[in-house]
Every structure is written in structure tokens, then in C-alpha cells.
């Protein structure tokens, strides 16, 4: 079974890299790589280590799980020794993934922007209370095939009166499907 993104790319038609389809096609699997990690201003850092993400690095060790349960998928990030926990479904009626951080919920949108996935952020609600834009996070967020053929990925977050809350950017080896 697909992840969210991977049933949007199918019910899409989207034309995506090899490796972004293989793992967004794959029910479950364990990836291990490493990440380059920015963050904002002091505000920006206190609330994305409240989430779990981790303090700005250069070559972070990485590991990003991923799990059925109930009608999606659990996502484990690991960044050296922090690590964010997240689960991740499809809504067919509104064509988005929605990925939930404990009383936080964003839904998610995606489309091809050449040869790369770009991800982008619908709403977001605050335990069921849709927030407003000015406290809505922006994403440039980006799944792409490194030249190598590993998968790459450049995560990005800005709030609109904080600025730049969290951005990771990195590669990892998806093997190829069984």
C-alpha cells in the first residue's frame, strides 16, 4: 500500500522521479542518510524543539521510519538524538495528505515542478481550530532524484511573523522494490 503522497501521485497521474515513486510506494521500510539542518531566529528554534526537530548541524545523522497504522502511516524522523513522531493519511475527498503532530494538523498538497515533487502546505489546524494565515507555515518543501539516483529531499518552514522555522535538506538510498 501507498503512503498519502503516493496515492496523490497516483490518483494524480503525476510523473515522478523512480525513487520518489519507490518510496512513496513502499507500505513500510527504514532509510538511513544524512542532513544539513538551518534554523531561525530564537523563537523559530523553540518551537520546532518543542516538536522534537532538531538544533541547526551540518552532516546530521538521519533516519526516517515509516509504518502502517489505523488508515495511514506512522513517521518516525530521527536527527542524531532527537526525534519527531508524526502520522500520515490520505483524504480522497479533499485530495490531500493530512499529517498530524499531536493537536497539530496540516494538510498537504503536492505537484510536479519539472523533475521534482514540490510539497506544499492547504491549512493547518490547531486540535480541529483552522488557524489563521498569518499563523499558517509556508513550505518550499522538494523530493527530487540526486544524480546518484539516492532520494533527495530539502524540507523548508517559514511562519509569516517568525520567519524561517525549520529547514532540513538531505539524501538517502531507497533500494529498489522487491
Request: aromatic share 10%; with cysteine.
Amino acid at each position: 500500500m501507498s503512503d498519502a503522497f503516493g496515492q496523490i501521485i497516483a490518483d494524480k497521474g503525476l510523473n515522478v522521479p523512480a525513487v520518489v515513486s519507490r518510496f512513496h510506494s513502499a507500505s513500510s521500510g527504514r532509510y538511513h542518510g544524512r542532513a544539513r539542518v538551518e534554523g531561525g531566529n530564537f523563537a523559530a528554534r523553540f518551537l520546532t524543539r518543542l516538536a522534537g526537530f532538531p538544533a541547526p548541524g551540518e552532516e546530521v545523522e538521519f533516519q526516517i521510519t515509516t509504518q502502517p497504522q489505523g488508515s495511514g502511516q506512522l513517521w518516525s524522523r530521527q536527527f542524531g538524538r532527537s526525534s519527531t513522531t508524526s502520522h500520515l493519511s490520505y483524504d480522497r475527498v479533499r485530495g490531500c495528505a493530512v499529517e498530524r503532530f499531536g493537536p497539530l494538523q496540516i494538510q498537504l498538497g503536492v505537484r510536479m515542478q519539472g523533475a521534482v515533487l514540490a510539497v506544499d502546505v492547504l491549512r493547518v489546524s490547531l486540535l480541529g481550530v483552522p488557524l489563521p494565515k498569518w499563523l499558517t507555515p509556508k513550505s518550499a518543501s522538494r523530493e527530487f532524484e540526486t544524480p546518484s539516483g539516492a532520494f533527495g529531499f530539502d524540507i523548508s518552514a517559514t511562519l509569516p511573523a517568525i520567519g524561517l522555522l525549520i529547514r532540513y535538506q538531505g539524501v538517502f538510498e531507497v533500494p529498489p522494490a522487491r
